[in-house]
Structure formats: structure tokens, C-alpha cells
């Protein structure tokens, strides 16, 4: 059986894409698999898993719970994923992301997160107006919503009350940092920065997600940058990932960290070849 990288997705994006494109480019083998289709057997012997998923596989789902439970039974075969369990563990929560970087000592934005709506009131009184409430699971900017004094909140915090979803039950608050109305998307691969754009917020649109319209330009990496984007990729175990980075009046601020992390943004603001990248670092995975 010859080396084969494996890509699962369940959801087809433009990243997925160019990811087969490059593969099929340079004449890499790679299984394609959606995630939906598939029964996993957790008594299958390793060799048959690979022969299914490849000796290594890039875990591109869209679904962070189908894609644990995914990275979970391959790890568990021995097969490497690209990100590991811990990883995605650490990045799919956006509370479990706040506690790797703090325990690392990467500057992040103050942050409280409570279980029940008066108390979620009280933690944005004490971070003071305007905060951000943010639901701990979640991508594009979904439910992310600005707070702008106690009673926009009260009126907020009892709508979330009435969901029977027990995440919507979690109350993760951050200060509203005063930064430009952008942010800057670093894509980390490996122990290598390979890109680092701006995303611009749209006219209007205080979130800088480029699914909410946002735009991407280049950005000139300096040393500081450098230092705390390898600093809290580390803190959540490495990989390929996105991080997310705030200019604030006080420096840098890491606000997220994206384990399948998105980059048609990016690629448009740069001429690196991002996709390639990815390929060649878990082709290194794969030669081991």
C-alpha cells in the first residue's frame, strides 16, 4: 500500500477546493471522504483504517462535534490528524482557546463567562460597557453580538435565557477593545507564519469576519507580531491554524484561534501558495 494523505470534510468550501487541486497538481495521492457517509467500526484493525483515511489525514469539517468524534476514532487507530484531538479540543471552544492562551501568557482581551443571565449581567458590569457576548462554539461571526450599556443587555441576555440550547446557556464575555476597525489573520503552519492579512471590517460592520463582508489587504509581519502568534499557536498544541489578532491601545491581543481554519481571504491578499503549504507540512507528517 503506497503513502496516501486522506482529506475529510462535510461541507464542500472553496478551501476544500484548492486543496484537492493542489494535491491533484503536484500528483499527491489523497482520499477524499465526506464525513456524513461514513459508519465507523471502532474493532477495525489499524491497516484497514488506512486504506480508508490515509496514513495521515487533514480533518477539514465544518462541524466541530462531527470532527472530535472523527480525529477521536482516527488517533485512536494510530492515524495522525492534522490538527490532533487536543488542538481542536482546546480551539473549537472559544472559553477552553481563552484559558490555553492566559495560561501561556499570551495577551488576550478580558474575558468573563457565566452559567445564568443575572450573572452574565453582573460580569458586563464589571468588564463596563460595551462588551461582546459571543457564544463559546461557533464560526462567522454567528451570535456574536455587541452589548452597548445594561439595558440592551438585560433585553439580550433573557433571549438567550429561553434557548433550550445548552451552550446558549454559557455566557462568555469580552471587553470591547477600542482598535481600528479591522483585525489581522495570521495562517500558521507548522512552526512557519506562512501569511498575515489585514481583514477590514465592512462599511457599517464592527466584526471583521470576511463572511460578513469584511475585506482582506497585506500585512507586514513585525517581530512582536511574530513572537505571539508562535506563541499562541503553542499554547493550543500547534498545527495549522488561523489566529486572530487585535491592534489595541495597548498592544497585540489574541482574540481566536481556528483549528480548520478558512483562507480564501487570505490567499486573495497574498501571492503564497497557502493550500500547497498545508500539503507539503503534512506530507513531512506523512514521510515520519
Request: net charge negative; hydrophobic share 40%.
Amino acid at each position: 500500500m503506497g503513502l496516501a494523505l486522506g482529506l475529510l470534510y462535510d461541507r464542500v468550501r472553496w478551501e476544500e477546493k484548492v486543496l484537492v487541486a493542489a494535491a491533484r497538481s503536484r500528483d499527491i495521492p489523497l482520499k477524499i471522504l465526506d464525513a456524513k457517509n461514513l459508519i465507523l467500526r471502532v474493532d477495525a484493525d489499524v491497516e484497514k483504517s488506512e486504506e480508508t483515511f490515509g496514513q495521515v489525514v487533514l480533518q477539514r469539517c465544518v462541524s466541530h462535534v462531527r470532527g472530535l468524534h472523527l480525529t477521536a476514532f482516527l488517533e485512536a487507530d494510530g492515524i495522525e490528524v492534522i490538527n490532533p484531538f487536543r488542538v481542536s479540543e482546546a480551539c473549537s471552544n472559544k472559553f477552553f482557546t481563552t484559558l490555553a492562551l492566559e495560561k501561556a501568557g499570551v495577551p488576550t482581551p478580558r474575558t468573563s463567562i457565566s452559567f445564568d443571565g443575572d450573572s452574565a449581567l453582573r460580569a458586563c458590569n464589571d468588564l463596563g460597557f460595551p462588551v461582546v457576548l459571543k457564544p463559546v462554539i461557533g464560526s462567522w461571526g454567528r451570535l456574536v453580538t455587541r452589548l452597548r450599556d445594561e439595558e440592551s443587555a438585560r433585553d439580550i441576555l433573557g433571549v438567550w435565557q429561553q434557548t433550550n440550547d445548552s451552550y446558549s446557556q454559557i455566557y462568555y464575555i469580552q471587553e470591547m477593545v477600542k482598535r481600528p476597525p479591522r483585525d489581522i489573520r495570521a495562517i500558521v503552519n507548522g512552526d512557519r507564519i506562512i501569511a498575515a492579512v489585514y481583514r477590514n471590517s465592512s462599511p457599517g460592520e464592527w466584526r471583521t469576519n470576511v463572511a460578513r463582508g469584511a475585506t482582506t489587504s497585506p500585512y507586514s509581519m513585525t517581530s512582536e507580531f511574530e513572537e505571539i502568534v508562535h506563541k499562541a499557536a503553542d499554547a493550543v498544541g500547534g498545527g495549522v491554524l488561523g489566529v486572530d489578532v487585535m491592534e489595541s491601545e495597548n498592544g497585540f491581543l489574541v482574540n481566536e484561534i481556528n483549528t480548520t481554519v478558512e483562507f480564501r481571504g487570505a490567499s486573495s491578499a497574498t501571492t503564497v501558495d497557502i493550500p500547497g503549504a498545508i500539503l507539503d507540512y503534512a506530507l513531512t507528517k506523512l514521510k515520519k
